[in-house]
């Protein structure tokens, strides 16, 4: 190692003599030379080696007129002026030079490599050079300039401002002397939508509606990636009416033939969100975008199948009949790589219907028998999803049986869990299934969840299975080999379930159970044993009308994502959001990102803000409650309102408790009670809220904020407001009430605002209270969305604004 | 959201760095490391061509040894930074002369930078038009097969183009005899069941085309699609000419076609590219015409033989015929041997794939050949895992056949200086995922 870097050290000492003889060197041959040389650096580079030390001779020798050395040259300085920026200080020189070359290639590619040096003390020299670049007679320096001051608003947005760049970029973006403004008019609309929000006060919705009109009707004009560009921001302008919205949309409606496959997505974003208030037309979004994007799944590659897959499966959910008579384009294809697969079982699982459920359940028992271990999981599962959500189970039954049937490990396993499913949703089927379960050889499943669910089978339906004392025994005499908690808790129920109906023969099971359980060093498992002696100790009734109360089958498995959470995602379409099924402050922001990242990776040291720790929680908390009830739901019915004894309660377990008798135990409330779950006090009264006269909120933190929070709170509340012409009164009116705006816009009859509010005593910083406004003077009514930085002042906050929306009179 | 690539890396397979261009500031330097050590080592590598690690998001992408890799640091358009890498892949090829592996990276690196630095600029994709870029990143690596630029102008030109409002195409060309060149390739894809049911069937078709043409061409080109020969009879008021007809699920077409004009008249017109490019794509999934028809039956004899036997039934016109036809039917791992009775063609066990190969070099229309073989299976001690039979799967080509019966009507060519032009039609069917369970 030690030789190896001594080598590349004298390597580099010798490229740098070299360089510095070719430095003055007009002989003739010496640019060959010098590109060979550039390519060993660059190259170097490449792979990691500091070859920084070589600056000054590099900046040296850049006095060329090979084009090839030049870039090389360029992408050198790019590299290392961020870490050096006393040396890239020596390029400027020959950068602004080369900015004045009389090749527009050369002036284009300086400018470019000047914007991109991103050193904070660069700004000065840079403004200059952007400035010329400009106003360039040739449009590709136009072009370069119009990315750099984007680059420029990066690290100097105060630059950007104080020297009028946008002002300049937008007269650009509408009346440039080149007719082909097609190229770069498009980097103006990425600068454009990047500083909308703090040009907001200036330039009003109104006149930004107006622009995304025109770029639509001139999309034509645009490259395909620009198509990109624009077609995004288009989907985020609300349209006046309904004739316009209709208008967008013919406009756009060619691009969806169109071959890139990015243009045909971004235009099914607009479509879809042009649309989301006006249901029957969004119906018939979803039918003209059907075609397109079930192309597009079937062409290319499978990285791009897979995202626009992820799309689909996205729009399959909301609209799962829609898509029901296409579900053979989701069929597998046996070469398809497993991701695409995987996604498309889901996509079977999630169309299936009454008419196409056959169908469906025959071709996922096909990947059943795959190869991929993976995949057959899947597979297993979607039948049995499909098996939950549809009423006639008749023929799903069957196919589930026959995998058990099928004698493979994993398999067995995947089934044994839905079929415990399928028995606590549909008890009819019961006595089929564990016929069935009943052969199942209890030595070939290790796995825990499956073993969890064939021990509940056992001890739910012990008479209807003859051998099951027996099969428990064996279980409970490998309690030590037994790994799993989630296992050995199951067996104790299902133990203590067999000897309430067949004392005789599991008198000896149920004693060794619990005596293994007392010993367990799991606390869980250990608690539970004691709680089971201790209720026994109270009678065998009792105890028998706690753990094994006469069921309810179970009528519907909780969603694993609720429907809020998959709006948001729609609403962040054609983005990662799609693909990793969440929003994006998800894995967004640094507070909830922790939960995502590999283990093995620090968690962060700083101490959160209360403020997001308690979205924080709440989301963990939520998380863990899907998971409880999507998960085996073993405890669900079993224990009934028991299953706190999973959670080790210091006041039932103490020795100094005297024991309580069974009749004291009259209702589950009690037993509540008992364990110190104090439910009964009320919530702390709403405290009052005082609003800050003065908040401070710019509007990129808004929009953080705005995407970040979910919706508190939405109503309707009267406002007269007929007579209203313009946003100006309402503005002033609600700023005497401490409510600020952020961005209004819209027109007779429909206005939109955007307000924000703080709490007088809060840090700077938080407590805020964000709403949306929609003002429908002709109804006379204004519907609200609010969201809250602090949730115990939502309520007060809503009722400040309803009374200032009411004591709005024009 | 754009795309906004913060970084783009080329890996070789042990994860060495081809090539890194840095966009943004937004991500760390030790991209490359999270890249190896939670993707590339990972036993499930073919998850997802989407992950995330810490608070970034890779999307990558394999082809041949290569991995390239694009890292985001906000919440990407990532089906659109998957289509950019498809089509920097592309350019590149173009540019390679169609190899795009670890050694043509090395040997081009400093072109692929060149070319980085075009195709992308803070993140967001620019031109990717190899036909515009290939004008002015002009390195020894350029190879363009198609096009012999005739007039070499002076690169001040050039960056007009970049800008110009027919990006596809530059101005000047000459031919000396010009023609153009149409390539209907269809494929077909294939799942039948065992009992011979269609479980699903659809075609892919693509229109290429290869352009020599002088000038600024305008191009129209009428197929026998329903829709646009019913609008045609609207407009010239008489009866639409009986004969097939096809019906169009969806189309999609090259940046050049004039979309408006497709929507109110239904007709393909279009100033082509100079050289080859892809004109449109379609897909149908009614009334297909399957080349082929399988009947496989595969016994298994006790532990250790098999029996199989393949009948495969030609169904396109007798005149015409198949090329390089090949059935493989797949065996067992511990298949030892195996021998083979074939009516044509020949047949072996090719062990690396699990599979017995039968090669068809010419098909005819018309026709049904059969394989039959015995395989001897090794037999185990252990209990042998029970074989879950893949599907048989063919590959073929059938020139001058389309499964979906479309047809080019006519291809017009029109430019200023009135030059009369040579039209070549080609058609040819080929398999795609032609799968067949037995």
């Known amino acids: 190692m030690n030789a190896d870097s001594g080598h590349r050290k004298g390597e580099i000492a010798e490229l740098k003599s070299q360089l510095r003889q070719l430095a003055g060197s007009r002989a003739p041959g010496v640019e060959e030379v010098k590109r060979e040389l550039y390519k060993k650096v660059i190259s170097y580079m490449t792979i990691g080696i500091d070859v920084s030390s070589l600056f000054s001779e590099m900046v040296m020798c850049s006095a060329t007129s090979d084009l090839v050395v030049k870039k090389m040259c360029y992408l050198y300085v790019g590299n290392y002026a961020k870490v050096h920026p006393d040396l890239a200080l020596l390029t400027i020189n020959f950068l602004q030079r080369d900015c004045q070359d009389d090749d527009p290639m050369i002036r284009g590619l300086a400018l470019r490599s000047l914007c991109s040096l991103r050193v904070m003390n660069f700004v000065e020299y840079l403004v200059g050079s952007l400035r010329k670049g400009l106003k360039d007679n040739n449009g590709y320096v136009r072009q370069v300039a119009a990315m750099g001051v984007l680059k420029l608003y990066h690290i100097a947005p105060t630059a950007c401002i104080e020297n009028d760049f946008v002002a300049t970029l937008k007269s650009m973006l509408s009346q440039d002397p080149d007719a082909q403004v097609r190229e770069w008019s498009r980097t103006v609309c990425v600068r454009w939508k990047r500083f909308w929000f703090w040009r907001e006060p200036t330039v009003t919705v109104q006149t930004k509606i107006g622009r995304c009109y025109i770029a639509s009707k001139s999309i034509k004009d645009f490259s395909e990636w620009a198509q990109c560009l624009v077609l995004d921001m288009v989907s985020k302008y609300i349209p006046v009416d309904p004739n316009e919205t209709f208008d967008i949309m013919n406009l756009l409606e060619d691009r969806l033939q169109h071959s890139n496959s990015a243009v045909v997505l971004a235009t099914i974003k607009v479509f879809l969100q042009l649309t989301i208030s006006m249901a029957d037309v969004h119906q018939q979004v979803y039918e003209r975008i059907k075609a397109p994007l079930l192309t597009l799944i079937s062409s290319g590659s499978p990285e791009l199948s897979y995202a626009v897959l992820s799309h689909l499966h996205l729009l399959v959910m909301r609209a799962p009949i829609l898509f029901s008579s296409d579900y053979k384009h989701f069929y597998c294809r046996y070469s398809d790589p497993s991701y695409v697969k995987k996604l498309k079982i889901e996509m079977l699982t999630a169309v299936a219907s009454e008419s196409n459920m056959y169908e469906i359940v025959t071709e996922l028992s096909e990947y059943a028998a795959n190869v991929d271990v993976g995949i057959t999981r899947e597979a297993i599962r979607a039948v049995g999803k499909i098996a939950l959500n549809l009423c006639d189970v008749n023929a799903i039954v069957d196919r589930l049986l026959q995998f058990l049937e099928m004698e493979r490990d994993y398999v067995t396993a995947e089934t044994l869990v839905l079929v415990k499913d399928l028995v606590r949703k549909y008890p009819e089927w019961s006595h089929d299934c564990i016929a069935v379960v009943g052969n199942v050889s209890s030595k070939s499943i290790q796995e825990p969840k499956a073993k969890a669910a064939l021990i509940w089978m056992l001890g739910e339906y012990s008479h209807d299975m003859l051998d099951a004392p027996y099969v428990l025994e064996s279980f409970v005499d490998n309690w030590l080999e037994e790994d799993s908690p989630e296992v050995r808790l199951e067996l104790l129920t299902a133990a203590a379930k067999i000897f309430f109906k067949r004392p005789p023969e599991s008198q000896k099971l149920l004693g060794a159970a619990l005596a293994a359980a007392v010993d367990d060093p799991d606390q869980d498992v250990h608690d539970k044993g004691l709680f089971y002696y201790r209720l026994l100790q109270q009678g065998v009734q009792t105890a028998e009308s706690i753990v094994n109360p006469p069921k309810k089958a179970v009528s519907d498995f909780a969603d694993i994502q609720n429907s809020e959470m998959r709006d948001r995602i729609f609403d962040e379409f054609n983005s990662l959001s799609v693909i990793y099924r969440e929003p994006s402050y998800m894995f967004l922001d640094k507070e909830h990102r922790k939960l995502y990242e590999f283990s093995d990776e620090a968690a962060p040291t700083d101490v959160l803000p209360t403020q997001k720790l308690d979205a924080n929680d709440n989301d963990l908390l939520l998380g863990a409650f899907d998971k409880e009830e999507s998960q085996s739901g073993v405890s669900n019915g079993d224990d009934g309102p028991l299953s706190a004894p999973r959670s080790p309660s210091p006041t039932l377990l103490g020795d100094s408790v005297p024991p309580v008798s069974a009749s004291n135990i009259p209702a589950a409330f009690g037993i509540d009670d008992l364990l110190g779950l104090n439910i009964s006090t009320p919530p702390p009264p709403p405290p009052s809220l005082v609003l800050s006269s003065k908040p401070v909120l710019d509007s990129g933190t808004f929009q953080k904020k705005w995407s970040q929070l979910p919706v508190a709170l939405s109503f309707e509340h009267p406002i007269s407001a007929q007579s209203l012409k313009t946003t100006q009164p309402l503005l002033r009116h609600m700023q005497e009430k401490s409510v600020q705006c952020m961005a209004s816009g819209g027109q007779s009859p429909t206005f939109k605002f955007f307000f924000f509010a703080q709490k007088a005593d809060g840090m700077p910083g938080t407590g805020f209270f964000l709403v949306e406004c929609l003002v429908h003077t002709s109804a006379g009514k204004a519907s609200v969305k609010v969201k809250s930085e602090d949730s115990t002042f939502t309520a007060a906050f809503s009722d400040l604004f309803k009374s200032a929306l009411s004591s709005f009179i024009i | ?438």
């Open chain 2, 1 to 438: 959201m754009p795309v906004a690539a913060s970084a783009i890396y080329f890996l070789n397979l042990r994860g060495d760095v081809l090539i890194n261009r840095l966009y943004r500031d937004d991500v760390g330097g030790n991209m490359v490391d999270a890249f190896r050590t939670h993707i590339m080592q990972t036993k499930d590598l073919g998850t997802c061509p989407v992950r995330q690690i810490g608070g970034c998001s890779f999307l990558y992408m394999r082809i041949s040894n290569v991995y390239i890799v694009i890292v985001v640091s906000s919440n990407a358009n990532a089906a659109c930074a998957l289509k950019f890498v498809v089509e920097a892949v592309a350019l590149f090829k173009s540019y390679f002369g169609g190899a795009f592996d670890e050694d043509a990276i090395r040997n081009n690196f400093v072109l692929i930078y060149e070319l980085l630095d075009e195709i992308m600029d803070f993140g967001y994709p620019q031109n990717l038009s190899p036909e515009i870029l290939k004008l002015y990143i002009t390195q020894e690596g350029v190879r363009s097969p198609f096009s012999k630029p005739i007039d070499t102008r002076p690169p001040a030109n050039a960056t007009l183009q970049v800008t110009g409002a027919v990006g596809w195409r530059r101005e000047g060309l000459v031919y000396k005899k010009n023609e153009v060149f149409l390539d209907i390739v269809e494929s077909v894809n294939l799942l039948m069941s065992q009992k011979g049911t269609i479980l699903r069937c659809d075609v892919t078709g693509k229109i290429l085309m290869k352009c020599f043409l002088s000038g600024m061409p305008d191009l129209k080109l009428g197929l026998n699609d329903k829709i646009g020969l019913e609008k045609e009879a609207q407009v010239k008021a008489r009866p639409a000419k009986s004969g097939k007809t096809i019906e169009l699920d969806d189309v999609t077409f090259h940046q050049c076609v004039n979309l408006t004009r497709f929507n109110s008249e239904k007709t393909v017109s279009f100033v082509p590219p100079d050289g080859e490019f892809e004109l449109m794509k379609y897909r149908i999934t009614e009334g297909i015409n399957l080349p082929f028809r399988v009947f496989p039956s595969i016994k298994e004899l006790g532990r250790t033989r098999m029996e199989v036997n393949v009948k495969v039934k030609s169904l396109f016109g007798s005149k015409m015929f198949a090329l390089g036809v090949v059935v493989k039917v797949p065996v067992p791992k511990q298949t030892a041997k195996a021998s083979f009775q074939v009516t044509s063609g020949r047949a072996k066990y090719n062990a690396s794939v699990d599979c017995l190969l039968w090669k068809i070099r010419k098909f005819p229309g018309q026709a049904e050949l059969t394989m039959s073989a015995e395989v001897e299976l090794i037999s185990t001690m252990v209990e042998r895992k029970s074989w879950t039979r893949p599907p048989i799967q063919m590959e073929f080509q059938v020139p001058m056949f389309t499964a979906s019966g479309l047809r080019v009507r006519f291809l017009k060519v029109w430019e200023k200086s009135g030059y009369s032009t040579v039209e070549w039609v080609r058609y040819i069917t080929r398999a795609g995922s032609y799968e067949i369970r037995c």
